[in-house]
């Protein structure tokens, strides 16, 4: 079922030359732990000023917003959808940071039956899970990094670094605690 509705969407965001990188649990079934997961996180590299692209782009592939889309995801920069077919979930993430479109360079490209499907790279993936920073997210890490452990810590130090200067949090701590746990 994901892996059918993970190539229409790659192949329509594609066709619409939009970046983007799959990320939540789908991206820690690649790089960490098998765990249990019932939707699909996409952060994509255009603002909500291209909305009207992205509400074409889901009526084309029989998904169909769960919200008012213009409201809500003008608000919360998230546009919330429902498969048609197999009722999942998918949430689509606006993103222009300057991090998020830097990690969308660093994407990871897997084979799905033919279909190219960018993931997020493992290191992103921590730093997405950092700042999240729920219980669920911290273990999340773990399983990452021990499964990866040519993992590119500096990379993940630096960009905690910046977004711990741009939100007064204490991520690259988080971080630090997590690799305590582990090692």
């Known amino acids: ?25 789908q991206a820690v079934l690649l790089h960490g732990e098998p765990r ?42 998230v546009l ?8 999942i979930r998918v949430d689509f993430i606006f993103s222009f940071s300057t991090y998020e479109r830097q990690a969308m360079e660093r994407t990871r490209t897997v084979n799905m039956e033919g279909v190219g499907v960018n993931f997020v790279s493992a290191e992103d993936l921590v730093i997405h899970k950092i700042f999240s920073g729920r219980p669920r997210d911290l273990e999340d890490v ?14 993940i130090r630096h960009w905690l670094n910046e977004l711990a200067e741009a939100t007064d949090e204490p991520f690259v701590d988080l971080f630090e605690d997590v690799l305590k746990d582990i090692y």
Request: proline share 6%.
């Open 36 to 77: 249990m997961t019932r939707d699909i996180d996409i952060t994509i590299g255009i603002t909500t000023d291209e909305l009207d692209q992205m509400l074409y782009l889901i009526e084309g592939i029989q998904l169909k917003p769960l919200v008012d889309p213009r409201d809500f995801t003008l608000q919360t920069m």
């Open 80 to 87: 919330p959808c429902q498969d048609l077919e197999t009722q």
């Open 1 to 25: 079922m994901f892996t059918q509705l993970l190539k229409r969407i790659a192949i329509a965001l594609d066709r619409q030359s939009i970046p983007y990188m799959v990320i939540g649990g």
């Open 142 to 155: 773990k399983t990452i990094l021990i499964k990866n452990p040519e993992i590119d810590n500096r990379y």
